[in-house]
C-alpha cells in the first residue's frame, strides 16, 4: 500500500503507533490505515458535507461540529497522550484514528472541513488524519503550516491551525495543491466550500449559507459567555440537523460539536442533544 510506505517513510513514529493499534486490535495495518485514509477515499466518491468550524480568538477558543454518520454517536474517542517531545496533546477522533480535532499544551488546535476538490487524488502520500496528528505537535501556527508543507499529502479538505496567541491560519489542499491565509485576533468560521481556491461544487450554496449564518450569529451573541456562545452558534449550524436519511450510512447529521479552550488545553465533547433536539 503506498499510504504505509509513504507514512513510514515520512512519520516513522506515526507508523509505529499504527503498527502498535493494528497488532492491539489483531488486524493488519492496511486495515488501520484503511480507516485513516477515509477522506481520500470519501474524496473519490463523495460529495457529503462535514463540519463548520469556528475561531473565536479573544475567548481562545477553537470549536467544530462534527457531521457524520448516525452510527458513529456511540463510537467517540478522546485521547490524551504526550509527543516524544513532551507536548500535551487532546484529540477528539474515531476509532483507529490517532488524531482529527485537537490541542496541545502549546496553545495550539487544529480541525479539519472536507472540501470537494475537483483534482484526481495521487492514491498515495501521507493521508490527512495522519498529518493532522503531526500537527498536533507545533509549537505555533506558523510551526503548523511549515508540518503539513513537509508532507507528501494529496487530499481534499480544509486544515484549520489556531493559536491562543491569537494567530489563525487556513491551509486548503486540492490534490497535492496547497494555499495558506494567516490572520491575527479576527474571528473566523470555515464550512465546506473553498474560500482560497476557485473551486466550485454543486453544494456550495448550502455551504455558503451556513457560513454567513455562523457570522451572523456570532456577530449577534457577542457579550454572551465564551461556552455558550459557541453553543448557540454551532447548534444552528451543523449540517442536517436533524439527522437526514442516507443510503449509504443510515442517518447523517451533526454527531457531536467539540469546544476547546487553547489556555486551558481542555476539551469538550458535546453530544449533538446537547446543542438541539433530536
Known sequence: CPYIKDTSKSLPLIHAELAGIARGAGVPIWQIYLINCRTEIMSAADERLECTSV???????????????AIFRDLMVTIDSKSSSGCRIRTFAE????????CNSNGIAVGINFLPGEKKLSGRGVPIHLALRYILEASSVEDGIKRLKSLPVSSHGNIFIS????EAAWVELSGT???VKRWKNEEAVHTNHYLLMKISDKAEAESVNR??????????TRGKSDF????SVLGQTGVRVPYQEDFVLGGYGTVATIIMDLRAVRMD??????LVGH
Request: net charge positive; proline share 6%.
Open 55 to 69: 475561531f473565536l480568538p479573544r475567548e481562545k477558543i477553537f470549536a467544530q461540529t462534527w457531521d457524520w454518520a
Open 95 to 102: 476509532p483507529g484514528m490517532l488524531a482529527k480535532i485537537g
Open 163 to 166: 493559536s491562543s496567541s491569537g
Open 177 to 179: 495543491d496547497c494555499l
Open 211 to 220: 457560513r454567513l449564518l455562523a457570522m451572523r450569529m456570532l456577530r449577534n
Open 228 to 231: 455558550e456562545r459557541v453553543k
Open 269 to 274: 465533547v458535546l453530544p449533538a442533544s446537547a
